[in-house]
C-alpha cells in the first residue's frame, strides 16, 4: 500500500533550522492534501502545517513565518523548512497525506511512523 518516508529530523539547537520531508510511494495517482503534525509528550497531535496539490497553504499560528511548506507532486514529496526553531518546537513530527487516490482507494488518508525533532535551549 501507500508508504509515507519521513527524513530530517534530529537535534538542533534553539534558533537554529532543520529541513524535514517526506517521500510518498505506492498505487498513488494523486493526493490531494499533504502536511505535517506533530506531537509533544503529553499533548495531542497538531497541526504545523498543509499545502494541497494546488499550492494553498495553512500554517499553525505559532510556526507562521518560521516553518515553509512545500511540495512536488510529481514525485510526491513534502517539504518542510523549519527556521528559527524554539524548545517548544520539540516534538515528534509526522507526515500525512489526505485524500490519496490510488489502485482501488479514492480519498484515503496516510500518516508517517514519525520523526523525532528535538531543539535545545
Known amino acids: 500500500q501507500v508508504r509515507l518516508e519521513e527524513s530530517g529530523g534530529g537535534l538542533v539547537q534553539a534558533g537554529g533550522s532543520l529541513r524535514l520531508s517526506c517521500v510518498a510511494s505506492?498505487?498513488?495517482?494523486?493526493?490531494?492534501?499533504m502536511g505535517w503534525y506533530r506531537q509533544a509528550p503529553g499533548k495531542q497531535r497538531d497541526l504545523v502545517a498543509r499545502?494541497?496539490?494546488?499550492?494553498?497553504?495553512n500554517y499553525a499560528e505559532s510556526v507562521k513565518g518560521r516553518f515553509t511548506i512545500s511540495r512536488d507532486n510529481a514525485k510526491n514529496t513534502v517539504v518542510l523548512q523549519m527556521n528559527s526553531l524554539r524548545p517548544e518546537d520539540t516534538a515528534v513530527y509526522y507526515c500525512?497525506?489526505?485524500?490519496?487516490?490510488?489502485?482501488?482507494?479514492?480519498?484515503?488518508?496516510?500518516w508517517g511512523k514519525g520523526t523525532l525533532v528535538t531543539v535545545s535551549s
Open positions: 499545502i494541497s496539490r494546488f499550492g494553498s497553504t
Open positions: 505506492g498505487s498513488i495517482v494523486s493526493i490531494n492534501s
Open positions: 500525512n497525506a489526505g485524500g490519496v487516490v490510488g489502485g482501488p482507494y479514492y480519498g484515503m488518508d496516510y
